[in-house]
């Protein structure tokens, strides 16, 4: 009897248990929320700080510019680069650090290595008599 392929459910399954499907999706749902927040603080920012300007080009707001939904995406994009940015940077920098600390503890220590090799020293001079 030939064996029987996994179907398609079960090929389904086994994807979607993957750490990084899960992991993937998780990040997917936190970054629509984060643009989101950015988005409102952009707006905010970039309103409050040209209102004189706005109201002297006679303009409710940034979005009412011609290019003014492409300039408040392009602020949006930049601001989440650059949080995205500083959050990888730390997790490299804890990275880093860890594998050092690790490394560190592996490393025997070079004052024991040094006693041990003079005693193998002194215990081979004495067995042959010197």
Same mark, same amino acid.
């Given at each position: 009897? +030939?064996? *029987? *392929?996994? #179907?398609l459910l /079960? !090929?389904? @399954?086994?994807?979607? %248990? @993957? #750490? %990084? $499907?899960? !992991?993937? =999706?998780v990040a997917v749902v936190i970054g629509g929320a984060f643009g989101k927040v950015v988005d409102a603080v952009v707006t905010l920012v970039m309103t409050s700080l040209l209102e004189p300007a706005l109201k002297a080009a006679? $303009? &409710?707001?940034?979005? =009412?510019? +011609? /290019?003014g939904a492409v300039l408040v995406a392009l602020i949006n994009f930049l601001v989440i680069a650059f949080v995205v940015f500083l959050i990888v940077r730390a997790i490299e920098a804890a990275k880093r @650090? &860890?594998?050092? @600390?690790?490394e560190a503890e592996a490393a025997p220590d070079t004052q024991a290595q040094l006693a041990s090799a003079v005693t193998r020293l $002194? &215990? =081979?001079l004495d067995r042959r008599g010197l």
């Open positions: 009897m +030939p064996s *029987r *392929r996994p #179907g /079960a !090929d389904f @399954k086994a994807f979607i %248990n @993957k #750490g %990084n $499907v899960v !992991d993937l =999706a006679q $303009v &409710e707001s940034i979005q =009412a510019w +011609p /290019a @650090k &860890e594998t050092a @600390k690790a $002194v &215990e =081979a």
